[in-house]
T-cell receptor
Framework: LAKTTQPISMDSYEGQEVNITCSHN???????ITWYQQFPSQGPRFIIQ???TKVTNEVASLFIPADRKSSTLSLPRVSLSDTAVYYC?????????????FGGGTRLMVKP | DGGITQSPKYLFRKEGQNVTLSCEQN?????MYWYRQDPGQGLRLIYY???????QKGDIAEGYSVSREKKESFPLTVTSAQKNPTAFYLC???????????????FGPGTRLTVL
């Protein structure tokens, strides 16, 4: 059962800003939104996390509207090394406690 | 250096054999996870553990078993009951159960299992 929806793939060019949007209509009140980056044959690594409004760190920004049913990861001025798969995760409540689901992710291809 | 390790990096087994994948962390994290990733696909949760001697099934637990006898270790056994065991297996850990609050998951380098 898919809990988040992201575009399957995106293309960009070096130096451009990339925005990847994730839909999470069933987000619960206590859930945080987390984004990870994965390179081939490696484990994912944390990029950014937020609860509402805007969060910014040294690598990305995360925009979350008031209804929190979606979020947008923004990567400023991408380079070739940003070519990777990006996953949006939302914590879920179930009888066994919170659990995370990784969807299929968005494959970002940055071209010269 | 603190981190999470998985061994071996590549593993080959014959069909019908059980195989155990190692995962160790020295981050003092309470929660640990096992994921499976097939080519071109996202990660699917196999099992997770919030505390020693306790673990919960994820989305695809059938054909797998785990144990959590020590805080640092969370081995995964791929049994002969798993129909398609060839995949990339990733172990992760976090201070608390990820997704509830600021609980970043730290991933190991993965083990690529090939069943011949």
């Amino acid at each position: 059962l898919a809990k988040t929806t992201q575009p399957i793939s995106m293309d960009s060019y070096e130096g451009q800003e990339v925005n990847i949007t994730c839909s999470h209509n069933n987000i619960a009140t206590n859930d945080y939104i987390t984004w990870y980056q994965q390179f081939p044959s490696q484990g994912p690594r944390f990029i950014i996390q937020g609860y509402k409004t805007k969060v910014t760190n040294e690598v990305a920004s995360l925009f979350i509207p008031a209804d929190r049913k979606s979020s947008t990861l923004s990567l400023p001025r991408v380079s070739l090394s940003d070519t990777a798969v990006y996953y949006c995760l939302v914590g879920l409540d179930n009888n066994a406690g919170n659990m995370l689901t990784f969807g299929g992710g968005t494959r970002l291809m940055v071209k010269p | 250096d603190g981190g999470i390790t998985q061994s071996p990096k590549y593993l080959f087994r014959k069909e019908g054999q059980n195989v155990t994948l190692s995962c160790e962390q020295n981050l003092n994290h309470d929660a640990m996870y096992w994921y499976r990733q097939d080519p071109g696909q996202g990660l699917r949760l196999i099992y997770y553990s919030q505390i020693v001697n306790d673990f919960q099934k994820g989305d695809i637990a059938e054909g797998y078993s785990v144990s959590r006898e020590k805080k640092e270790s969370f081995p995964l056994t791929v049994t002969s009951a798993q129909k398609n065991p060839t995949a990339f297996y990733l172990c992760a850990s976090s201070t608390g159960l990820a997704g509830d609050s600021y609980n970043e998951q730290f991933f190991g380098p993965g083990t690529r299992l090939t069943v011949l």
